[in-house]
Each structure stands twice: as C-alpha cells, then as structure tokens.
C-alpha cells in the first residue's frame, strides 16, 4: 500500500470557499466604484449609498451563486486553473442579468441610473477578470508551498492502472493527493481473496475519510468493478470509476438512459434542431445578401483571372461536407493547376504554381468568397470546420485522433482555427492536430453567439495572417 503522510494547514473546500467570497467581494468592489464614478462624474454627488450598496451586494451575491452553480469552485481548489475569456464573458453576463431581475422584481430598477448600470457591467467585467487571475495565482502559489490540501484520492484498482493514475497526478499538479493505493487481486476464481482485499478497502477508506474514491480497473473487468462499487457506495466519498485512455477522449462525459437501459453518453449532439434551423437561416440570409451585394466585385475579379492566366476563373474541388458525404466546393483559381484526385499537393511559400492575383486572393480569402454559393446550396455553413481536400482527409483520418469528427457538422468558410491563426500549410501532424483541436473545441461548445464572435474575428484577421500562400 502507498501512504503519504497528511501535512496541510487548509483544506480545500475551506480554500474554494475562500476564493469565491474574495472574488465576489472584489467584483462587488468593482460595481460600487463604477456608480461612484459615474454620479461623481455626472452628478457631482455620490448619490445614495444605501442603492449603491446594495446594487454592489446584489452583484456580489449573483456571482457567486453563478459560480457555485457551474461548478467553477474547481478552478479555485485545483491549483488554480483558470477559466477562457468565453466561460468568464458567460458568468458575468449570467451575474448581470440576475442582478438586474432581482432589481426589476423588487420595483427598485428604476431608482439607479441606467448609465451607471452601464458603466458597472464594464467596470464589473474587469474587475471580475483581475480576480480570477490574482486569486488563480494565489491559489495556486499555496497549493505550490503546501499551504492547502488538495483533494484527499484513495485509488483501488490493479497495479498499473494504479500506477499510471498516480504519475498522472503527479505530473499534472492539478491539487491533488493520493493519499493511499489498495491493489485488487488479479479475477480468478478466488474470490475470498477479492471478498477480503474489497473489505480492507472499505476499512482502509472509512478511517482515512477521503474527498474521492477512484477505481481505476478496466472496463473488460465489470463483474469486479460491480463488486468494488457495492461496497464502497457506502463510504461518504465521491465515488468515479476512471478508464485512462477511453474517457479521456470525450469532454461532456454523462449518463443518459436508452429506453429502460441507463448508458454512458460520450457525445452529444450539440446543436438541437431549432439550433439548426436557426444556422442555417442565417447562413442563407447572408450569403444571399453577400452575393447580391458583391456581384459587381466578383465578376471583375473573375475577368482579372481569365485575363493573368489560362484556365477557368471558378476552381471546383471534391471534398467532404456533413457526414462525409462528398460535394464540390467551388473558389477562385488561384493557381496554375487544379489538382483534385488522390494526390493533391499544398501550397507553400514561394509557391509557383499561384498567380500574382492569386497571391492576393489567398492573403485576403477573397478566393473563398464562392463558396457562398455551396452555403446557399446547403453543403457548407459559414461557420464551421474547413474541409479538406479528400486526399489529405484520408490521410489525416489515420494520423489524428478524432480527425473524422469534424464531420459532424457542416463545413465553414471561415472557423474557429483559423481566427486562431490555424491557416495555410499543415505540413506536420502537430499542425493539423492543433487545427482539428480547435474545431472540436467549436463542435463542443457552438452557440450562436459563438459564431457571431468567429465572424468579427474573421473581418479582423482578414489581411493580418502571414502563413497562407
């Protein structure tokens, strides 16, 4: 068995507990000094204190009971993870329009100022972020030094899963302590041994009094795990069976039952049906309207090709949309050939194969602005995962984990990689990875705002990439 020896000074439900009430009073903080401001700065008084005290309380209140609700209590005890811009945009406006229910409910809305509402959104959202990061950092200084306890982990299961979960945590850091290992008997037929090793656990872990329970023990094994989890639902511990290597693959793990059987769901479809109709009228609504707007400037563009080179203006390309099935994406001809079978080499720098104009369409992505025609059709979205060439699908779906998941959705003019500067030549694995990274990140967590952003971000970035060709 594997002992380690208990010498923290805070656990770390106290440390979560602390955090959040420090962040709610910083953001509190943050609200009241905007309304201060604003009626110094308007009105040349401090205005009630009594409304402006409790406009900040309310605020203070709100957003921690949004953080408590999602969970976020872990960024604060596990070494101090800290959230993306996108899930602290989502709390804050989450705070604000509770705070300003409860003003509206309680007939006490109008008695504040709607310009120092405004202002305290803004001064609110930053005070929000300095907290998080500053209070991160201290968390996880603390953590560092050994001044909070992490997560108390009693692992059971065999050897080496038992050995890879603690090496895991211990190259991770993530706040937490294995605090013992009890090693389960390889199945047999002697389950008096596995009878007397589960019993042992129970005792083990009911005088250690653990936060989790973690079974590491393959799934192949279920008559086993059955057992284990017989016994130790009776310990007040979080119980999680942990199976390294197949879950770790999935990011919204839960349970869901299929008719009378409850399974582990592993994907979700992420886009309901209103969802999707709501995509795809916008795509239509805007891709009409684009082409509309922007005959003029096509037709030119398609003479200029005609005129620099031989060949088509239009460059057509098998690739694959939705559940892979396979449609023609049309752009401007950007080079001298159109590759399109089972060998289609990318372009690089310096590349002579792309035309002077050429060059200019694919650092602008003026050359994509046909493909509003396959979005009309319905084979691409504006937003979504690029598609690539069918050869290098093939290729990629044997090299990169998840690759074929992109699939899941339309494909996109423009996404998420590429705002993230994820363009032009993947002439490595790693590159393709980090670009399929980020459209599984889209696929997980879409949302229409979530496009909107990706949209604003593409105008932006338009003539700042330097890695197309």
């Not at 699908?393 to 990169?400: A, D, I, M, T």
């Not at 899941?408 to 032009?424: D, E, H, K």
């Not at 949209?455 to 990439?465: C, D, K, Q």
Request: hydrophobic share 45%.
């Amino acid at each position: 068995m594997l002992n380690v020896s208990r010498s923290w000074t805070v656990r770390a439900s106290a440390a979560m507990a602390l955090s959040v009430a420090s962040e709610a009073f910083l953001v509190a903080c943050a609200v009241a000094i905007a309304h201060l401001s604003y009626h110094l700065a308007v009105y040349h008084s401090t205005g009630s204190l009594t409304r402006l005290g409790i406009y900040a309380l309310l605020s203070g209140l709100s957003y921690a009971f949004v953080i408590l609700m999602r969970a976020d209590q872990d960024i604060h005890a596990g070494a101090g993870k800290r959230a993306n811009l996108a899930e602290m945009f989502l709390v804050w406006n989450s705070t604000f329009v509770i705070t300003l229910f409860i003003l509206f409910v309680s007939k006490t809305l109008e008695d504040h100022s709607r310009g120092a509402i405004l202002l305290s959104y803004v001064f609110g959202f930053i005070g929000m972020i300095s907290a998080r990061l500053a209070i991160s950092k201290t968390v996880t200084r603390a953590v560092h030094q050994g001044l909070i306890t992490p997560r108390r982990i009693l692992v059971v299961g065999n050897a080496e899963e038992i050995n890879r979960f603690v090496s895991a945590q211990a190259s991770g850091n993530r706040g937490l302590s294995v605090i013992d290992a009890i090693q389960i008997p390889i199945p047999g037929k002697d389950t008096e041994k596995l009878d007397t090793t589960v019993s042992v656990a129970v005792e083990r872990a009911r005088e250690l009094g653990p936060d989790d329970i973690v079974i590491t023990i393959p799934m192949k094994q279920a008559e086993i795990i059955k057992h284990i989890v017989d016994a130790m639902i009776n310990v007040p511990a979080n119980l999680y069976i942990a199976q390294d290597g197949l879950l770790d693959r999935f990011r919204d793990i839960g349970t869901g039952r299929i008719g009378d059987v409850t399974g582990v769901v592993l994907s979700r479809q992420r886009l309901t049906p209103f969802d999707q109709a709501l995509k795809r009228a916008f795509d239509v609504a805007v891709s009409a309207i684009t082409l509309v707007l922007l005959a003029p400037l096509l037709i030119l563009i398609g003479i200029a090709i005609r005129l620099e080179s031989r060949g088509p203006a239009l460059f057509m390309q098998t690739r694959y949309g939705f559940n892979e099935e396979p449609f023609r994406i049309i752009k401007f001809r950007t080079m001298t050939t159109q590759d399109d079978g089972a060998e289609v080499k990318q372009a690089t720098r310096g590349d002579a194969r792309i035309t002077r104009l050429g060059r200019f369409l694919r650092r602008t992505s003026i050359d994509e602005l046909p493909q509003l025609i396959n979005v009309l059709y319905g084979e691409m979205s504006l937003i979504g995962p690029r598609p690539h060439a069918v050869a290098h699908n093939r290729y990629y779906e044997q090299r990169v984990m998840r690759y074929a998941r992109r699939h899941n959705v339309r494909p996109g003019i423009t996404g998420w990689a590429q705002v993230n500067g994820l363009r032009g030549e993947t002439d490595t694995d790693e590159k393709m990875a980090r670009r399929v990274a980020y459209d599984l990140y889209y696929l997980d967590n879409w949302s229409f705002g979530f496009d909107l952003r990706i949209i604003a971000r593409t105008v932006l970035t338009i003539f700042g990439n330097r890695d197309v060709y």
